[in-house]
């Protein structure tokens, strides 16, 4: 299964940019998708995904800044970053889950520099 992330790159702190990750149609439709983040040295982590029941559940540190959104004409998921830190910088994941299955996306970094 190919989850396929784009819209990485490098911003001034401040600034924004938007994630955008395709799944197939029948991996779209079935499972929870979410973005995830991992810096150097650090964990893999939650940014923001969709529940089973269609809300959203975001991490602390990106509430208010961080938003997204599904377009489910175009099996698309995406990530809009705002006020984007020093902090935000890392490497991110598009990720589709259900059950105990997760499928990932190849990763897309942003950089964010002060």
């Known amino acids: 299964v190919q989850l396929q992330a784009s819209g990485g790159g490098l911003v001034q702190a401040g600034g924004s940019l938007r994630l955008s990750c395709t799944a197939p149609?029948?991996?779209?439709?079935?499972?929870?998708m979410g973005w995830y983040r991992q810096a150097p040295g650090k964990q893999r982590e939650l940014v923001a995904a969709f529940t089973s029941f269609g809300t959203t559940n975001y991490a602390e540190s990106v509430k208010g800044r961080f938003t997204i959104s599904r377009d489910n004409a175009k099996n698309t998921v995406y990530l809009q970053m705002n006020s984007l830190k020093p902090g935000d910088t890392a490497v991110y994941y598009c990720a589709a889950t259900r059950m105990m299955q997760t499928y990932w996306g190849q990763g897309t970094q942003v950089t964010v520099s002060s």
């Open positions: 149609g029948n991996i779209f439709s079935t499972h929870r």
